[in-house]
């Protein structure tokens, strides 16, 4: 309606025809629509007085018209410059059969295509690396309190195991090794050293935020 008639819809030959179908929607709308309808002819059709404007949707709610896709475009005069404009999908523009809107779908999904493949070249995703995919791996199973690397490595490869595939071992532990060095550079881990047994163990915990 605003792309052709912009707030106000005329008293001319077009404009009660589309003041009709917004009441044949309206109609449609159960309890609301009633309420709705008084509003849209209120505000967009001044010109018609009270007792037209009761009319009008007593009428409308009484008909109970259903309409089509095809046959409410061709009732309309939609033009695809329109449907496009205003990104209609519940109906078509004038004029198209099954076979014309189904060769349009293709010829705009193939548009659609161009245009994305178009964006992703000279928009290009940054590539996440495979030590940051473990750093995540690594993170989203970290618990609140401080846990071994050695512990969170093994544990980050069992729910996670196409990062760490083919990781056993010194592998495995350099692995994530290099995805705690990024946590720490990148300040999402915080490490610190205790004495164990035997050895010194390092632990890990998420950064306070």
Request: positive net charge.
């Amino acid at each position: 309606m605003a792309i052709r008639y912009g707030r106000k819809i005329p008293n001319d030959e077009a404009g009660p025809r589309f003041r009709d179908r917004v009441l044949d929607t309206y109609a449609l709308c159960g309890s609301e629509g009633r309420r709705r309808a008084d509003n849209f002819l209120a505000l967009r059709c001044s010109w018609m007085t009270p007792d037209e404007r009761a009319a009008a949707v007593g009428e409308a709610f009484h008909s109970q018209r259903y309409w089509s896709a095809e046959a409410l475009g061709n009732d309309l005069d939609v033009t695809e410059a329109e449907r496009k404009r205003a990104r209609i999908r519940t109906f078509r523009a004038a004029g198209m059969s099954d076979e014309a809107m189904e060769v349009l779908s293709r010829a705009n999904d193939r548009d659609r295509k161009r245009r994305e493949r178009a964006e992703a070249r000279l928009h290009p995703e940054p590539k996440v690396s495979v030590v940051a995919r473990r750093l995540e791996a690594i993170l989203r199973i970290l618990p609140s309190n401080w846990v071994s690397i050695k512990t969170a490595g093994a544990e980050a490869k069992r729910k996670s195991p196409t990062h760490f595939a083919g990781k056993t071992g010194k592998h495995l532990a350099a692995a994530v090794h290099d995805a705690v060095k990024l946590g720490l550079a990148q300040g999402q881990l915080e490490k610190r050293v205790i004495p164990g047994p035997r050895f010194q163990v390092a632990k890990i915990r998420r950064s306070n935020p």
